[in-house]
């Protein structure tokens, strides 16, 4: 069974910095791009950033690019979000995403002070 | 960057009628690269269509989509209670991916 499972998000003053994990098992995670996207609670979906499949290729939105940083450890099947300089407005739910078809549960990121 | 502007906003229907979701592209998507999915209150969203028509695994086949170029849809034949959801379409064929606004299908 494909599961997907975020951990790092809470609660972190503007400027500050967190990171999250995606762990990943069932499937053979070398094999895939991953995605995260996130979506303040009750708004909708928005993507944040791609990363191909031996991590030497990455995207990102205009509104995290500079600050947010994706990678992943294929030998530990775990994907990596590494937000910096965040801002009240980066404050949503993050879902890691498997090319187009898993997603996980989400972790909230609560930017405040 | 493409945008996708979902319509109608809201769509109040009852149980047994069919659903017409829309998603109109500022641009032409390639390849067709549009995908939809299916959101419920506090869960995460699921994947329906790929491809622009293509059912995701497990997908019955009430779900179905349509089109091409910058005009897709999403037509559910008859709506079951587990229906009344949020769907948002999503672009990937150009970086970067972006999704649609979403409609939201309540129960009239």
């Known amino acids: 069974e494909v599961q997907l499972v975020e951990s790092g998000g809470g609660l972190v003053q503007p400027g500050g910095s967190l990171r999250l994990s995606c762990a990943a098992s069932g499937f053979t995670f070398s094999s895939f791009w991953m995605h995260w996207v996130r979506q303040v609670p009750g708004k909708g979906l928005v993507w944040v950033s791609r990363?191909?499949?031996?991590?030497?290729?990455?995207g990102y939105a205009d509104s995290v690019k500079g600050r947010f940083t994706i990678s992943r450890d294929n030998a530990k099947n775990t994907l990596y979000l590494q937000m910096n300089s965040l801002r009240a407005e980066d404050t949503a739910v993050y879902y890691c995403?498997?090319?187009?078809?898993?997603w996980g549960q989400g972790t909230l990121v609560t930017v405040s002070s | 960057e493409i945008v996708l502007t979902q319509s109608p906003g809201t769509l109040s229907l009852s149980p047994g009628e069919r659903a017409t979701l829309s998603c109109r592209a500022s641009?032409?998507?390639?390849?067709?690269?549009l995908a939809w999915y299916q959101q419920k209150p506090g869960q995460a969203p699921r994947l329906l269509i790929y491809?622009?028509?293509s059912r995701a695994t497990g997908i019955p086949d009430n779900f179905s989509g349509s089109g091409s170029g910058t005009d897709f849809t999403l037509t559910i034949s008859r709506l079951e209670p587990e229906d009344f959801a949020v769907y948002y379409c999503?672009?990937?064929?150009?970086?970067?991916?972006?999704f649609g606004q979403g409609t939201k299908v309540e129960i009239k």
């Open positions: 999503q672009q990937y064929g150009s970086p970067p991916n972006t």
């Open positions: 990363i191909n499949m031996d991590g030497s290729s990455t």
């Open positions: 641009q032409s998507v390639s390849s067709n690269f």
């Open positions: 491809g622009a028509s």
């Open positions: 995403q498997r090319s187009l078809d898993y």
